[in-house]
C-alpha cells in the first residue's frame, strides 16, 4: 500500500502556464514533507520542504500548499519552463532514530515552449 | 548545493557475484542511507547507519546485504550473492542529522545482475 502517493502521473504544460503536481499521504504521524526534482540520468535534488509548523512555502517560482487536515500537498510552479522538465517526487519522514524518506511514485512533467 | 559521489556510476555482474557500492556522503554529514529504485517506481528506503551503526533498515534489506563505513572512509553498500531481483538503481544520501532534515542525494549507481 503506497503510503504517498502523487497525481498525475505525468503531465504535460505549455511554457508560461502554472503547473500544479499533487501528493497525499496515509501516516498522520509524518511531519516533513520535501520535494525533489530528478533531471533523466541525475539523482534527486532536494527542491523545497515543508514541516507541519506551515501551511505555505514558497521559493521562488515553487510554492507548497499544505492541508494538514485532508493530508494533502501540492506543489506549484509559476510561469513553468521547458527546463522545469523533470521527474518530481514528493516525499515524507517523521521523526524516529532515521528520518528515512517515503517517497511517491513521482510525477513526470514536461514543459511544452 | 552540498554533493554526494558515488562509484561506480554503472555496474554489470553475474549473478552469485558479489558487488561493492561506494559512496563518498558529505564531508560533515552523520546520517547515511541507502535508497533502491526499480526503473519506473519510486525510491524505496534500505538502510540507514549512523556512527557506525545499523540504526534502520527496511525488509527489501536482505541478508545478503551489508553497509559499512571503515575509518570515515567510503560508505559501502555490498551485496554477497547477488540475485537478478538486485537490479535497479541504488541511491546514496547524507543528512546532517536527525535535526536536520534534509538529506542530499548522490547520483546513483545503475546496477546490472545478469
Known amino acids: 500500500q503506497q503510503q504517498v502517493r502523487q497525481s498525475p502521473q505525468s503531465l504535460t504544460v505549455w511554457e508560461g502556464e502554472t503547473t500544479i503536481l499533487n501528493c497525499s499521504y496515509e501516516d498522520s504521524t509524518f511531519d516533513y514533507f520535501p520535494w525533489y526534482r530528478q533531471f533523466p540520468g541525475k539523482s534527486p535534488a532536494l527542491l523545497i520542504a515543508?514541516?507541519?509548523?506551515?501551511n505555505k512555502k514558497e521559493d521562488g517560482r515553487f510554492t507548497i500548499f499544505f492541508n494538514k487536515r485532508e493530508k494533502k500537498l501540492s506543489l506549484h510552479i509559476t510561469d513553468s519552463q521547458p527546463g522545469d522538465s523533470a521527474t518530481y517526487f514528493c516525499a515524507a519522514s517523521k521523526a524516529g532514530n532515521t528520518r528515512k524518506l517515503i517517497f511517491g511514485l513521482g510525477t513526470t512533467l514536461q514543459v511544452q515552449p | 548545493g552540498p554533493k554526494v559521489l558515488q562509484i561506480p556510476s554503472h555496474q554489470i555482474i553475474d549473478m552469485g557475484q558479489m558487488v561493492t557500492l561506494n559512496c563518498d556522503p558529505v564531508s560533515n554529514h552523520l546520517y547515511f542511507y541507502w535508497y533502491k529504485q526499480i526503473l519506473g517506481q519510486q525510491m524505496e528506503f534500505l538502510v540507514n547507519f549512523y556512527n557506525g551503526k545499523v540504526m534502520e533498515k527496511s525488509k527489501l534489506f536482505k541478508d545478503q546485504f551489508s553497509v559499512e563505513r571503515p575509518d570515515g572512509s567510503y560508505f559501502t553498500l555490498k551485496i554477497q550473492p547477488t540475485a537478478l531481483e538486485d537490479s535497479a538503481v541504488y541511491f546514496c544520501?547524507?543528512?546532517?542529522?536527525?535535526?536536520?532534515?534534509?538529506?542530499?542525494f548522490g547520483p546513483g549507481t545503475r546496477l546490472t545482475v545478469l
Open positions: 544520501a547524507s543528512s546532517l542529522g536527525l535535526h536536520s532534515y534534509e538529506q542530499y
Open positions: 515543508i514541516s507541519l509548523v506551515s
